[in-house]
């Protein structure tokens, strides 16, 4: 897949399927890009498992932290990135290692790492990279509904 571009379609579908997101990265600083898309997320409706090995059993924005992706309780539909682009390979190495698969691996703004996404590709999971799922929703918010509480 092209990552220089996605269409509009593509991207909603990816949001409207996606219930649970593991946030790689999370920060308890509010002041933190992560902080503020968890919070917006979490009042769409999403279910948000902050993923931090240096926060983990902590909490952050009411949710408990995990060390790893594997800790996460639940299936995984989407694991959102919040990391340094050279960090991703280990996160997606992570993420093929889960079972079931998660759906979706999504990468921040300015993360990208095109190896790391074929890899993911091969094994049947979608991959977004360079974008933001909060500024998504607000740009494609007609064509993503709201999750009912």
Known sequence: MNHDRYDDEYIAGILARTKTIAVVGASANSARASYGVMQFLIARGYELYPVNPGHAGAEIL???????????????????VFRASDAVAGVVDEALALDPLPGVIWT??????????????????????????????????????????
Request: glycine residues 6%.
């Open 62 to 80: 009411g949710r408990q932290v995990y060390a790893r992706l594997a800790d996460v309780p639940v299936a995984i539909d989407m694991v959102d």
């Open 108 to 149: 921040q703004l300015g993360v990208r790492d095109d190896a790391a996404a074929a890899r993911a590709e091969a094994a049947g999971v979608r991959v977004v990279m360079d974008r933001c799922p909060k500024i998504e929703l607000f740009r494609l918010g007609h064509m993503v509904p709201a999750r009912p509480d």
